[in-house]
């Protein structure tokens, strides 16, 4: 099992920019990395994923522009970062990751090995 730890989360004005991490340990991450948030209230909601050896990205429509998801193999390590960031964007945001392939890479259901998550607050 790999154990998966989001950071750099934090309270932010609208318009800034967040660089989120999510590094893996115990296990390197399975095909796909996922990003997920969390708003209260609200269902958990696909961001993007990455694949670990290809690189290759996908992305929800409602991010896309906004979001880029990138990696460092060397360190174990998936980035989110988040630019132009608007109240809406408040949440938990998650890293998880799975087996899957194509678009069956934005089903949560395909993920497991949760993170604890990273809060993000954008201030208006």
């Known amino acids: 099992q790999v154990q998966l730890v989001e950071s750099g989360g934090g309270l932010v004005q609208a318009g800034d920019s967040l660089r989120l991490s999510c590094a893996a340990s115990?296990?390197?991450?399975?095909?796909?990395v996922g990003w997920f948030r969390q708003a209260p209230g609200k269902e958990r909601e696909f961001i993007g994923t990455?694949?670990?050896?290809?690189?290759?990205?996908y992305y929800a429509d409602s991010v896309k522009g906004r979001f880029t998801i990138s990696r460092d193999n060397t360190k174990n390590t998936v980035y989110l970062q988040v630019n132009s960031l608007k109240p809406a964007d408040t949440a938990k945001y998650y890293c998880?990751?799975?087996?899957?392939?194509?678009?069956?890479?934005?089903?949560?259901?395909?993920?497991?090995?949760w993170g604890q998550g990273t809060q993000v607050t954008v201030s208006s």
């Open positions: 998880s990751t799975a087996y899957c392939a194509g678009y069956g890479c934005f089903d949560i259901h395909r993920y497991d090995d």
């Open positions: 990455i694949g670990w050896d290809t690189g290759n990205t």
């Open positions: 115990g296990r390197t991450f399975k095909r796909y």
